[in-house]
């Protein structure tokens, strides 16, 4: 059993490697940033007399530039990640390849497990998570752990992986 958990840590720190790897290319490339606080929450809350479909709160976007948007749809926890449904519309006519950098939770550094690419034209969904057990993310055991969260989304062409964008968000913010 041991010597699975090995195996399994050390396919998932190479897989790690390889996105910041991809990501670190894309950073690397001068673009504009800009920053934006986002909603406090994408809870779920029931209401009495509401479908569940019509008791979803609104989505939260995080990104809407002339690339792409980026919404988060829901929070999810599930055996050892927590973090959001996101579903991302390519508004061009490129290949995007997009990461989440520089994160940090409730001002610790934390690496969430994402990176999403979206063909011109097309809409994908995915997930941001945390891995609850990781020692690069000490501070998420929970999802009432994901507050303050800062990153920057950063946008590439996904063929020529030149950067296109940066986008500086804030998400459940409590400060």
Request: with cysteine; net charge negative; proline share 2%.
């Given at each position: 059993?041991?010597?699975?958990?090995?195996?399994?840590?050390?396919?998932?720190?190479?897989?790690?490697?390889?996105?910041?790897?991809?990501l670190f290319v894309g950073v690397a490339c001068d673009s504009?940033?800009?920053?934006q606080e986002v909603g406090s929450s994408v809870e779920n809350q029931a209401v009495e007399g509401q479908s569940e479909e019509q008791s979803k709160k609104e989505e939260v976007v995080v990104?809407?530039?002339e690339y792409c948007?980026?919404?988060l749809e829901e929070e999810f926890s599930e055996y050892n990640e927590v973090g959001f449904k996101v579903r991302i519309e390519?508004?061009?006519?490129?290949?995007?390849?997009?990461?989440?950098?520089?994160?940090?939770?409730?001002?610790v550094m934390n690496d969430p497990f994402?990176?999403?690419?979206?063909?011109?034209?097309?809409?994908?969904?995915?997930?941001?998570?945390?891995?609850?057990?990781?020692e690069s993310n000490p501070n998420v055991k929970s999802m009432e752990d994901l507050i303050n969260i800062k990153g920057t989304?950063?946008?590439?062409?996904?063929?020529?992986?030149d950067s296109l964008a940066k986008e500086a968000v804030i998400i459940n913010a409590t400060e």
């Amino acid at each position: 059993m041991g010597f699975l958990k090995a195996i399994g840590k050390g396919f998932l720190t190479t897989i790690g490697v390889l996105v910041a790897l991809i990501l670190f290319v894309g950073v690397a490339c001068d673009s504009d940033t800009t920053t934006q606080e986002v909603g406090s929450s994408v809870e779920n809350q029931a209401v009495e007399g509401q479908s569940e479909e019509q008791s979803k709160k609104e989505e939260v976007v995080v990104v809407d530039n002339e690339y792409c948007l980026i919404a988060l749809e829901e929070e999810f926890s599930e055996y050892n990640e927590v973090g959001f449904k996101v579903r991302i519309e390519n508004k061009c006519d490129q290949p995007l390849l997009i990461g989440f950098n520089d994160v940090s939770v409730n001002g610790v550094m934390n690496d969430p497990f994402w990176g999403n690419s979206v063909e011109g034209g097309m809409t994908s969904y995915s997930t941001i998570g945390w891995y609850t057990t990781s020692e690069s993310n000490p501070n998420v055991k929970s999802m009432e752990d994901l507050i303050n969260i800062k990153g920057t989304f950063t946008i590439s062409n996904d063929d020529t992986w030149d950067s296109l964008a940066k986008e500086a968000v804030i998400i459940n913010a409590t400060e």
